[in-house]
């Protein structure tokens, strides 16, 4: 039997009932984790462009003496790099709703109650970091954050094991607080380092990722649990992957690239020296390849009705305007909304390419 005609499958686990309030109020978070962390990249890329990177001057404290900005002080700027901090907080509150909405479904009272004690444990144990570090003159922010990020791990790897079923989902509910609260962190030390550019870089790339881990939720929302197996050839699914390098490599010059160009955040942030347009024609190879790859992947997709196909062809449009913004922002000298989109851009078109991924495989099919 062909590889890409395997009867329908009877799942052992089954998807969420969507059905029920709890199941339709998972899709609707859910729904709204994609796009809030979609949207943090555009405000996050917001902050850089308009140079409102050091905006707020002071960490978790706008100032050494206020939580939120003064206007009269820090202008526009620090009601910027505010918003974008208040964002972290949406997308936070979120990702926990997430997690205690599939706890309930696939983990029950017990489970749920036992991450609310970790939770309960994680938030007093950062208070008493605080504690201690403050008077001995530490950074006790970083520090009491970084004390509540283990507990949330913990509480993740406790949570994976004791689940019965959809792991998966558990697994990718916990890893998108998880990386919420570290990049709280990450986003601290951006600031209190001076807008590293490396360290910004590193800091977008996370949310990028982020981006990718709730569009993959999503997809194994709709999907059956359980064992799975390949639903395309061997060559295609080879490809796919070496498609995803491709697009890993652009992404990475493609953050390199504008750290040596003029959007550092701040007018006073010094860039990491390398030459801009030289980055700029080697961030473009590995653009070009992966436009050939994914424009081959969508053209086979449909000859030999893979599954993928639907997703191939929003990933193709994806990437070829994405080519477009790209030339288009490097003739016009980089003006900020084009690289804004950019960003963006990128984000959507990684979580499309994980949606591809994800398609490659279905539910392995159990005897009646």
Same mark, same amino acid.
């Given at each position: ?32 984790? #994609? ?12 902050? =850089? ?32 790099? #505010? ?34 004690? #970790? ?16 008077? @001995? ?29 959809? =792991? ?13 609260? !570290? ?47 390949? !639903? ?13 390098? !491709? ?62 196909? =639907? ?36 984000? @959507? ?12 495989? =279905? ?6």
């Amino acid at each position: 039997m062909p590889e890409t005609t395997i009867p329908a499958s009877t799942p052992t686990q089954t998807a969420p009932p969507r059905s029920a309030p709890w199941g339709r109020a998972l899709t609707v978070f859910a729904w709204l984790s #994609f796009i809030s962390e979609t949207i943090i990249i555009g405000t996050g890329g917001a902050v =850089r462009l308009t140079g409102s990177g050091l905006g707020c001057s002071d960490w978790p404290l706008c100032t050494p003496d206020s939580l939120v900005p003064i206007l009269e002080v820090q202008g526009i700027h620090g009601i910027i790099e #505010f918003g974008n901090r208040l964002m972290t907080g949406v997308v936070g509150i979120i990702a926990l709703a997430v997690v205690l909405l599939v706890l309930h479904l696939f983990s029950g009272k017990r489970g749920l109650v036992t991450a609310l004690w #970790f939770a309960a444990g994680g938030i007093v144990a950062a208070v008493a970091a605080f504690g201690i570090a403050a008077p @001995l003159h530490f950074p006790a922010s970083p520090i009491a954050l970084g004390v509540l990020l283990i507990a949330v791990i913990a509480a993740a790897v406790r949570s994976v094991r004791t689940t019965p079923a959809r =792991r998966d989902l558990v697994l990718l509910a916990w890893l998108v607080l998880i990386g919420v609260v !570290a990049q709280a962190l990450v986003g601290g030390i951006t600031v209190l380092t001076g807008l590293n550019p490396f360290i910004v870089g590193f800091h977008y790339t996370s949310s990028l990722l982020l981006v990718c881990i709730t569009a993959a939720f999503l997809v194994r929302l709709k999907t059956d649990g359980g064992p799975r197996e390949r !639903a395309v050839p061997a060559w295609f699914s080879a490809v796919t992957h070496v498609t995803g390098l !491709a697009l890993a490599v652009t992404i990475v010059f493609g953050v390199l690239t504008t750290g040596s160009g003029p959007h550092s955040g701040d007018a006073d942030v010094l860039r990491h020296g390398f030459d801009a347009t030289v980055l700029a024609h080697v961030h473009s190879w590995p653009g070009y390849i992966l436009a050939a790859l994914v424009l081959f992947l969508t053209v086979a997709a449909w000859v030999l009705h893979l599954e993928p196909r =639907r997703w191939l062809l929003v990933l193709v449009l994806a990437i070829l305007v994405q080519v477009g913004v790209g030339i288009w922002q490097a003739r016009e000298g980089l003006p900020p909304l084009l690289v804004g989109i950019h960003m963006v851009l990128a984000s @959507l078109s990684a979580a499309t390419y994980t949606v591809v991924v994800l398609h490659l495989k =279905r539910p392995t099919p159990v005897d009646d």
